[in-house]
């Protein structure tokens, strides 16, 4: 039976490619942006997101599936915003439409930035929902560059990249029969990077800082291709994973070990 899938970001790059495989996939993308989609709504402001989800139940019923992907990279609080409250309070709104449907799934698109070194006091304040503090917090940390700056992007993909592994078992999705899971692109041609990728200059600081020995900067539909697959009735069982697509990033970062204590059976408690 054809599926209703919310596609964020879906007016441009890796949303736009992610609303196309949906529709060739006989199923149906209901587009959400600022702008060139169906429904045009700031994502960043909470009473638009229940009035947006309001109009897609009136319009459409049921919803199977969402891809909160919309996300900005302006090393400011925007993309707190954006990309941690908004997507985390999409994804709220719509639960209880998925929890109708007879799998409802969830992928967000996270980022390889989850993996950086980020400020820690950030993320902490975003998971434990104090809005005002890190936007302040974020701000203080814009106003000292964008060195400093970069945290508010790569904290916002680390917490949501969190909520995603915190969420994923409890009884509001797991119980309600919601898989939610997250994709972690690395460096992706689209008009997000559209200025950084078109200088030698740009393109040795994004693979000096995220390389990808695997066939370089991704396309958009590498990463839309995952996270279809992830809001599709095919994937059954997989929950709370962050997949990292990003050609060798997370293998060369994290290394080849990720499975911690206990490390050998020796260390195991055995009373
Ligand atoms: N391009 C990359 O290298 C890269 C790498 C890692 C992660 N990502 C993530 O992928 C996602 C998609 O990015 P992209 O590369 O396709 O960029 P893009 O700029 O082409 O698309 C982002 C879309 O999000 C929309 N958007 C931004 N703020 C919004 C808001 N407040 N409300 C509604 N819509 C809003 C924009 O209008 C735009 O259409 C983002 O979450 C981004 O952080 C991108």
Redesign the pocket.
């Known amino acids: 039976m054809a599926r209703n899938i919310v596609v ?2 879906a ?5 736009a490619m992610c609303a196309q495989l949906v529709e060739d996939r006989g199923d149906t993308a209901i587009g ?5 989609a169906e429904f045009e ?4 402001d909470r009473s638009a997101v229940d009035d947006v989800v309001r109009q897609v139940e009136e319009q459409y019923g049921q919803v199977d599936g969402v891809i909160a ?5 302006t090393n400011t609080p925007l993309d707190l915003k ?2 941690f409250f ?1 997507a985390r309070n999409t994804v709220h709104a719509f639960r209880r439409l998925l929890a109708q449907s007879e799998n409802g799934r969830v992928a967000i ?1 996270a ?3 989850s993996l950086q070194p980020t400020d820690p006091h950030l993320v902490k304040l975003l998971l434990d929902d104090q809005e005002s503090e890190a936007l302040e917090y974020g701000q203080s940390l814009a106003d000292q560059g964008q060195m400093a700056g970069y945290a508010n992007y790569s904290a916002s993909k680390r917490a949501i990249a969190t909520w995603v592994r915190r969420v994923a078992p409890t009884e509001e999705f797991a119980g309600a029969g919601i898989g939610i899971n997250a994709v972690g ?4 041609a ?4 559209t200025q950084l990728l078109s200088t030698q200059e740009g393109r040795d600081m994004a693979f000096g800082a995220m390389p990808a020995p695997y066939n370089g900067a991704q396309r ?1 539909e590498d990463i839309a291709d995952v996270l279809v697959f992830l809001v599709s009735g095919l994937n059954r069982s997989m929950t709370g994973q962050v997949i990292y697509v990003d050609g060798g990033f997370d293998a060369i970062g994290r290394g080849e070990d990720l499975w911690h204590a206990p490390k050998s059976m020796d260390q195991v408690d055995s009373r």
Do not use: R, W
């Not at 709504?41 to 960043?44: A, C, E, N, R, T």
């Not at 689209?190 to 990077?193: G, N």
């Open positions: 964020t970001g007016g441009s790059g890796i949303g959400l942006d600022l702008k060139n709504v700031d994502l960043s992907n919309a996300g900005t990279q954006v990309n908004g698109t980022s390889a930035a692109p690395g460096v992706v689209t008009p997000m990077t958009p």
